[in-house]
Nanobody, 126 residues
Framework: QAQPMENGGRSVRSGGSLTLSCPTS????????TGWFRELPGKDRQFVAA????????HYADSVKGRFTVSRDGSQNTVYLQMNNLEPEDTAKYYC???????????????????WGQGTQVTVSP
């Protein structure tokens, strides 16, 4: 998989919204899935959300369920993460990555992905 280039992160106030984008390679398609993860300095990378390219099945971490929505646009080869009702606890650097296989269980583990981008910083102030 090609290295992704996440974008869309910025500083917002609590309760605000952001949409992150993850442009992928045109080869990231069949039997592929894309996951969003987030990381704080000195902490492990945590699963946030994921989507299958075929079928569009999604999965979310409990902490973001009901607030975040992951989607994909096949014509743009892009995966999005719509984040609503942001909380200061959502502050982190957000990463996306793609792999073949099912979301569960392998897609929940950042170690099962190979190519990571530079990430995009999301900062939520009270």
């Amino acid at each position: 998989q090609a290295q992704p280039m996440e974008n869309g992160g910025r500083s917002v106030r609590s309760g605000g919204s952001l949409t992150l984008s993850c442009p992928t390679s045109s080869r990231t398609f069949k039997n592929s899935m894309t996951g969003w993860f987030r990381e704080l300095p000195g902490k492990d990378r945590q699963f946030v959300a994921a989507i299958n390219w075929i079928g569009g099945n999604t999965h979310y971490a409990d902490s973001v369920k009901g607030r975040f929505t992951v989607s994909r646009d096949g014509s743009q080869n892009t995966v999005y993460l719509q984040m609503n009702n942001l909380e200061p606890e959502d502050t982190a650097k957000y990463y996306c990555a793609s792999r073949t296989g099912a979301i569960i269980p392998g897609g929940l583990n950042p170690r099962s992905y190979r190519d990571w981008g530079q990430g995009t910083q999301v900062t939520v102030s009270p």
